[in-house]
């Protein structure tokens, strides 16, 4: 099987990287292992607990395109393929994390211990909107007050259109890369001569990665056409989401904080996973959870109060030890 | 045995089955091995008791650490037992200018875990991945040996487990030194758990001057000349032509132009970087090389030590050989090679640590044909059995493993091949621990082993 992986030299540079090595420090749930089982065509289990987050592309100095590999190798069971329909439409997956918040037992409680407050998304559309704003879909029912606040401040500027659904990544990611390729393509028609304006950091990676049209991140948007900010008396330490890190995107999230005064005491290596990475906090909850506590002491030993964060996912991860907001929330 | 090994790791820590293949081969990919099992013990209790176990049933075993050597020192050749110890990856205590580690933990993490002011500085291009136990028992080295010693001279002291199962703390001493068996034991002589290691005070100052030259011959005679005006750089690398050319289509690219590089990194106090800096620009530009002082630097040491794998751009396979030279043939060993790359029709890459002799020439081959690797090996024989003329080692820092083995026989007399081989049997007597490597001679078990191991 050729998928692009002859690049790799089996040099173990991405090892510390990824999540799931530090956390296991076995070569089964590394990248390199992993590359090893598919190239061979070994099923191994570290093809499952792959979280995918790409960090180690980041670090491969020979190039290796390893999320395309393993988005190939991949198939998603019926429960994961469920999973992700109900992520394609925010009032499905609104009523959906309303019975799961309430779950006491079973794989829906898992859920229940992320999710803090569910309101129906907000709609708005205004005439010959010139923007789309993109909030992604656990964004749209999970952080309405982040919505409210980006579209009252991209309203000052702006004629605003509110896109409610899914970019794809989790199916992408989960082995169901198919769907992922009708979902860009019914985007690219969605989006067709507008300028999109997205509120998650990884489906604004994902989505620029699959071309589906002018796509911006909210803080590069923001760099990118100088639009005023306010000044805020704040101290945080930022935390770079890993797909929009490996495209070079999280800068401008520091960029806007500099731009409004917030005082940014760094953590140590700000795009350590999570531990959520899309549906994984459900599927692989042992892994997931040691991630988290990885992470968790990163951000703890920052010392600062308050993480910026401005990935969904990643948010309900680190909420779960610490004060998170989002670049909108201080507008 | 297996179930036994499994009470005391955990099932989730015995790897079987076809996931094995995980294990069988390292940085070296040339020869893949075969382990009947792999074990990876969660801490040092665990660490000691499988290991005993192995050796009361006289199983042989390899003692595996990130599996990043270039020498093919962990590949199981006959199905033996793999006992990573990647999960032993403590730091027990941080003191003065000591810190002692458990043998699995990254290079990289023994800065991270060290007071701001200090470091450790043995650093392999590798040092984000390869493991304190494999540094150890590779001595490996890094950019920084020109001026702090490869990683012989950062180890204090080394609990070790030997072959006969008795645990044992090694402590310095002037005198026969016991610690330094250890270094370069390529795993044959017991399994480190512990290491105290030797940190330095971080420079005050540093700073990075970039050459960049026409010919080969002309970074060759800076190097030379830079010490001869008295300069002891913190790392002086090379990167001929080639190596730029594949490193710029790299991940890690950095912008540097097409031609022969010559990476300084100088450090000390503010004086000292100041009038040793200005000796080099002048070196430099005697030899009409060209000079850059990068504001930001690290993005040219990144491009250095990603260069190994960047080779992936060209070819999934490559030979990383690395024997050390007197430091004043470089221009000639230089020109030499550029000959032997002609006469097999095989490229060769040069990127390498300069300023210590030691030479890394890049060998690139399809693992799919045979007779490309053949061709590799041979130029690599050639530019070992030169640089061993020239008065040099065939190994400056790889280690032998099972890449090295015949040139133990041109390098050292018989007499000196057979202390050391006292000395190992002394330690392990029946063999068990990383057999058919280094020092023991096994039957070729395929055609690349053999024209690894045997002469023509
Ligand atoms: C891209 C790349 C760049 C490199 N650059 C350099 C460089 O600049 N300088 C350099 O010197 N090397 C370099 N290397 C080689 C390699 O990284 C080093 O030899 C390193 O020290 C190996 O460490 P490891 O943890 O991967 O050991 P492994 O490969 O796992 O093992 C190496 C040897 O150590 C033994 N061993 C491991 N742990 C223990 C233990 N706890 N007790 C006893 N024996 C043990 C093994 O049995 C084996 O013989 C490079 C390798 C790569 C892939
Ligand atoms: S994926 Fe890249 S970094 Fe990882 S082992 Fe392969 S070549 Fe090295
Ligand atoms: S995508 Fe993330 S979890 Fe998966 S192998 Fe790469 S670094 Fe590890």
Redesign the interface.
Known sequence: MGMGL????????C???CPTYVIT????HSPR?RI??MK?G?????LETCVFCRRCE???????EYGEAIASVRKADPIKKIMHRVLEDPNLLYASLKIAKGAKTGFLSRVSEFVKEVSPPLTKEDKDAEIILFPGCLTSVLFRSTVEKALNYLQKFYKVKIYNGCCGLPHYAEGNKERALKIAEKLREEFKGKVVVSLSSNCTAHMKEMKVGEVYDFAEFIVKRDLPLPKVNAEVTVHDPCHANLLGLTKYNREVLKRMGVKIKEM?DPSFECGAGGTYFMFQPELSDKIMKVKEEKVKKSGAEVVISTSEACNLALMKYSKVLHIADLL | MEEEIRKIVGDKWVITGEEKTLYAFDGFTAVVGNPSLVVLPGNEEEAIEVIRLLISKEKKMIIRGSGTSLSGSTVPLKGEVVVSLTRLNKVYEVKGMEIEVGPGIANIMVTKSSPQDLFFAPDPSSYVVSSIGGNISHDAGGIHVVKYGPTFNSVISLKVILPNGNVEYFYPTPFLNPTSIFIGAEGTLGAILRARLRLFPKPKAKKTIIGVFPTVEKASKAVVNIFKAGVIPSSLEMMDRNIVEIVERSRFRAGLPRANILLVELDGNENEVKESSEKVINVIGKLEGEVLVPEDDEKYWLARKGAFPAMGVVSPAYLTLDCNIPRKYLPEIMTEIEKISKEKNVLIANVFHAGDGNLHPLIPYDPNDPESLKRAIEASTEIFSLAIRMGGVPSGEHGIGIEKIKTLSKYYSEVDLKVMQRLRNTFDPKGLFNPCKFLEKCEPINQVTRWLWEWD
């Open positions: 002859e690049k790799c030299v089996h040099c173990g540079f090892l510390e990287a420090r076995s070569e089964v292992g090893v089982a061979l070994i099923p191994s289990e570290g980041a670090a491969c100095p020979s190039g290796v140590e």
